[in-house]
């Protein structure tokens, strides 16, 4: 089955500093990917919606300056939080859409600690 | 509107007692799918049905059923013979032709032994 992975699945950072978390789909192309925050006990939010070769779309309300996406191959999405804060802690999740099936799979999640 | 309702927040169940989790949806779309997920405290979220608005017949997978009715725009969830494993919480998401998946708060369930 398809396979999307999420590194790192953890991470803890200083308070103002910058944070990489990469989303891979392992053996297939996805020509979308989206991004989702979800806070403890709560439902996934969608951050933002990645086309590859082309600019994120942010949904409301995301900052697309602290939440950078860059998907600049079929099988690896980026995104980066700037000079993140404690409120930025939360469960990171990538999903993609295969290009093919039209599909979409989950990468297991990335847990941002902000201290 | 586009929205989901999940009115059971949290259920708590005894193993082997059958639970049926609610989902009712909104769409604009004449056409579109609808999903659940099950959340265990691991985070991953774990896909468990797709299922095609056309395709109203019935599912049983196992332990796991589902009854879509469109006409009520509901697309239950029953888990017969509840396990220990089964808990976690459950999201039911439509998605319509913008590939966005529209997800509800999700059925938090515990199933003790």
């Known amino acids: 089955g398809a396979v999307v992975s999420q590194h790192p699945s953890w991470v803890i950072c200083k308070s103002g500093t910058s944070v990489k978390i990469e989303c891979r789909s392992l053996?297939?192309?996805?020509?979308?990917m989206f991004w989702y925050r979800q806070f403890p006990k709560q439902s996934l939010m969608l951050m933002a919606t990645?086309?590859?070769?082309?600019?994120?779309?942010?949904e409301q309300g995301v900052e697309k300056d602290k939440f950078l996406i860059n998907h600049a191959s079929l099988t690896l999405s980026t995104l980066t939080v700037t000079s993140a804060h404690p409120e930025d802690s939360s469960f990171y999740i990538c999903?993609?859409?295969?290009?093919?099936?039209?599909?979409?799979?989950f990468g297991p999640g990335t847990r941002l600690t902000v201290t | 509107a586009q929205k989901v309702t999940q009115a059971q927040t949290e259920i708590s169940v005894v193993e082997k007692e059958d639970v049926t989790l609610d989902c009712v949806y909104e769409?604009?779309?004449?056409?579109?799918?609808l999903f659940w997920y099950k959340q265990p405290p691991s985070g991953e979220l774990v896909f468990l049905i797709r299922?095609?608005?056309?395709d109203e017949q019935n599912e049983i997978s196992g332990r796991y059923s589902w009854n879509f009715q469109k006409s009520t725009s509901s697309f239950n969830f029953t888990i017969t013979a509840s396990q220990v494993v089964d808990s976690a919480v459950y999201f039911c998401?439509?998605?319509?032709?913008?590939?966005?998946?529209?997800w509800g708060l999700g059925t938090s369930l515990a199933v003790n032994p």
């Open positions: 999903s993609a859409l295969s290009g093919s099936s039209y599909e979409q799979y």
């Open positions: 053996d297939f192309q996805a020509t979308t």
């Open positions: 990645s086309n590859e070769g082309s600019k994120a779309t942010y």
């Open positions: 769409t604009r779309d004449t056409t579109y799918y």
């Open positions: 299922r095609n608005s056309f």
């Open positions: 998401a439509p998605r319509g032709n913008n590939r966005k998946l529209i």
